[in-house]
C-alpha cells in the first residue's frame, strides 16, 4: 500500500462515512483505510475492504493513534479527521510532493471551512505571542493581516509553493512511516488538542522537516465530531499547558509556568462562560 487512512470515529458515524466516500471517490486503490471505533454505538455498514477496530472505550485521539498505525502497512500514514473531505487528487498531490521532497517527514494541506473560508492549519512554533494570537483569538479575527499574525499562521500567506513550517493541523496530516518509526509511541498524555504540535515537534527533532502545501485542499467542518464544547474547552487548555511544560522550562514549577497556567485558565473560564452565554441565548 502507498498510503493508509486513518480515522478515529467517536459519535460521528455520518461524518466518517462521508469521509470514507471522499477517500473512495479518489479512485485510489493503494489505499487502505482504518477507522478506530472510540464509541459503542451500534457500527453501520461500511464499503467494503474499510477496516474497523473497536476499542470499547474513548481512548482519545493519541492512544487510538498507537494502537492503529502498526496495523496499517502504507508507506504513508494519512491522520484524518472523521469530520473532512478530501478532493480526488488528494493522494496523487501528496504522492508527487513526497516523491519530489525525500527529506520531508510530515506534510499537512490548505484547509478550509464549510463556508470555503481558510483555516489557520499552519503554525509556528507555540509562544507566549501564540498564546495572545491564537487561532479564533480576538485580536487574530481583528487584524488578520497584521505582520504579527501572518507570522504566527503561515497559511494567511499568498504561498504557491510547499512551505517549511513547525507544525499542521491533526485535522489532516501525511506522515511518513520512516518518520513514525522514529517518533513512536506518540505521546498519550495528550488525549485531544495538541497531539499535532507534538507529533511535528518531535518529527523536526528527529530531523524530519513539516511542510505546508496551499495546493492540497481539504474541507473541515470544525467541531463537527465534537460533542461537548465545555469539555472541548477544558482539554484545549489542559493540553496547551502540557505541551508548555513538556516542551518550554523543565523542572519545578517556575514563576514563567505559574503565568502561563493562571493565562490559560483566565482564558478557559472566559471561553467557558462565552459558551454557556450562547446556549442561553439559544433557548430564549
Same mark, same amino acid.
Given at each position: ?77 494519512? !491522520?484524518?479527521?472523521?469530520?473532512? /473531505?478530501?478532493? $480526488? &487528487? ?5 504522492? =508527487?510532493?513526497?516523491? *519530489?521532497? %525525500? ?82 509511541? !506518540?505521546?498519550?498524555?495528550?488525549? /485531544?488538542?495538541? $497531539? &499535532? ?5 518531535? =518529527?523536526?527533532?528527529? *530531523?524530519? %522537516? ?75
Amino acid at each position: 500500500m502507498k498510503f493508509s487512512v486513518v480515522i478515529v470515529n467517536y459519535h460521528s458515524w455520518p461524518l466518517t462515512l462521508a469521509c470514507v466516500a471522499s477517500l473512495r471517490a479518489t479512485g485510489r486503490e493503494d489505499v487502505e483505510i482504518l477507522i478506530v471505533d472510540n464509541d459503542a454505538e451500534t457500527v453501520p455498514d461500511l464499503p467494503p475492504g474499510v477496516n474497523l477496530a473497536r476499542s470499547g472505550e474513548n481512548l482519545g485521539l493519541t492512544r487510538a493513534w498507537n494502537r492503529a498505525i502498526p496495523q496499517t502497512t502504507g508507506e504513508f500514514v494519512v !491522520l484524518l479527521n472523521p469530520d473532512t /473531505l478530501v478532493e $480526488e &487528487d488528494f493522494f496523487g498531490q501528496m504522492e =508527487a510532493f513526497f516523491e *519530489g521532497e %525525500p527529506s520531508a517527514g510530515v506534510a499537512g494541506p490548505r484547509i478550509l471551512d464549510a463556508d470555503g473560508e481558510l483555516q489557520l492549519s499552519a503554525r509556528r512554533e507555540i509562544s507566549l505571542l501564540s498564546g495572545l494570537l491564537g487561532r479564533t483569538s480576538l485580536l487574530t479575527r481583528l487584524f488578520p493581516k497584521s505582520p504579527l499574525v501572518k507570522n504566527q499562521f503561515p497559511a494567511l500567506e499568498e504561498l504557491a509553493d510547499p512551505t517549511k513550517v513547525d507544525w499542521v493541523s491533526g485535522a489532516c496530516m501525511a506522515v511518513r512511516r520512516e518518520t513514525l518509526r522514529d517518533i513512536s509511541p !506518540l505521546d498519550e498524555r495528550f488525549f /485531544l488538542y495538541f $497531539e &499535532d504540535a507534538d507529533l511535528c515537534r518531535r =518529527a523536526r527533532e528527529a *530531523g524530519w %522537516p513539516v511542510f505546508y502545501l496551499p495546493d492540497v485542499e481539504v474541507l473541515h467542518q470544525t467541531g463537527g465530531s465534537s460533542r461537548s464544547k465545555p469539555k472541548a474547552i477544558w482539554l484545549l487548555h489542559k493540553s496547551a499547558f502540557l505541551y508548555h511544560r513538556k516542551h518550554g522550562p523543565h523542572g519545578p514549577m517556575s514563576l514563567y509556568s505559574a503565568v502561563i497556567l493562571a493565562g490559560l485558565a483566565a482564558r478557559a473560564l472566559a471561553k467557558l462562560l462565552t459558551s454557556a452565554a450562547g446556549r442561553v441565548l439559544e433557548k430564549t
